[in-house]
């Protein structure tokens, strides 16, 4: 698999409030970013990968709607995950 545990528990470690806190907003918005940023690279060499595309495309929204509901609780922590991953919008 493209995801080993250790780099898994480094990104919720990092974005989230510990390495065992999966549930928290900003780590699954961190890891699904991770996770979309290597399936674009995979989709930019093998581009008839339509299973890849339909994979990254409910990635997108899935992390769309965390990053709305973050918004919608507490703007200051949307602010702070989309200035940290380099996000638009």
């Known amino acids: 698999m493209y995801l080993a545990k250790e780099k898994k528990e480094e990104i919720f470690e990092k974005h989230g409030k510990g390495k065992t806190d999966t549930g928290s907003a900003e780590g699954q918005i961190a890891l699904f970013t991770y996770r979309i940023s290597h399936l674009s690279d995979h989709l930019k060499k093998n581009r008839k990968d ?39 919008k």
């Open 50 to 88: 339509f299973n890849s595309e339909r994979s990254l495309v409910r990635l997108v929204g899935k992390r769309r709607s965390l990053l709305d509901y973050l918004k919608k609780k507490d703007i200051m922590r949307y602010r702070a995950i989309i200035k940290e991953l380099g996000l638009r």
